[in-house]
């Protein structure tokens, strides 16, 4: 049986060991922006929070997750996500941070991925608001 956690901020170290190869996974899909340093310290000494999904096996899969304070909305921001057998796990953790934006007055949750999450969520209740693009600066030719 799957459960989920929050972990607390004082138990980031010792539960860190177990949970970092998920986020170095998370971390390649962030094409250099984060590397897994980044994201333990946007848990330790930001505003960041880690969850974990876990059975008696041990930790399935982690989550970090954010509040964004919008001017007409609050969401709970699904900012990395890793884990095995997600599909396994999903479910659990979806309907925990469900009921934690809730209680914590959010309107939404929202998160930005590759586009394979499309297919994770589709039965959640998903729907796409918009993509991230990246292109290359061109150099030649801008008098540079």
């Given at each position: 049986?799957?459960k989920?956690?929050?972990?607390?901020?004082?138990?980031?170290?010792?539960?860190?060991p177990?949970?970092?190869?998920?986020?170095e996974?998370?971390?390649?899909?962030?094409?250099?922006?984060?590397?897994?340093?980044?994201i333990?310290?946007s848990?330790?000494?930001?505003e960041?929070?880690l969850w974990i999904?876990f059975?008696?096996?041990?930790?399935k899969?982690?989550?970090v997750?954010?509040?964004?304070?919008y001017?007409?909305?609050?969401?709970?921001d699904?900012?990395f996500?890793?884990g095995?057998?997600?599909l396994?796990?999903?479910a659990?953790?979806l309907?925990?941070?469900?009921h934690w934006?809730?209680?914590?007055?959010?309107?939404?949750?929202?998160?930005s991925?590759r586009?394979?999450?499309?297919?994770?969520?589709k039965d959640?209740?998903?729907?796409?608001l918009?993509?991230?693009?990246?292109?290359?600066?061109?150099?030649?030719g801008?008098?540079?």
């Open positions: 049986m799957i989920v956690s929050l972990i607390p901020t004082a138990h980031i170290e010792r539960i860190w177990d949970v970092k190869p998920f986020m996974r998370a971390a390649e899909y962030t094409y250099g922006r984060y590397t897994v340093d980044d333990k310290d848990i330790t000494q930001y960041h929070l999904a059975d008696d096996e041990g930790i899969g982690a989550t997750t954010a509040f964004k304070n001017p007409k909305m609050r969401c709970l699904l900012v996500c890793g095995d057998d997600g396994e796990w999903k659990e953790m309907r925990v941070l469900q934006a809730f209680d914590n007055s959010c309107d939404e949750i929202e998160s991925g586009l394979g999450w499309a297919k994770i969520f959640d209740g998903y729907r796409p918009w993509q991230t693009y990246t292109l290359p600066i061109a150099t030649s801008l008098g540079v």
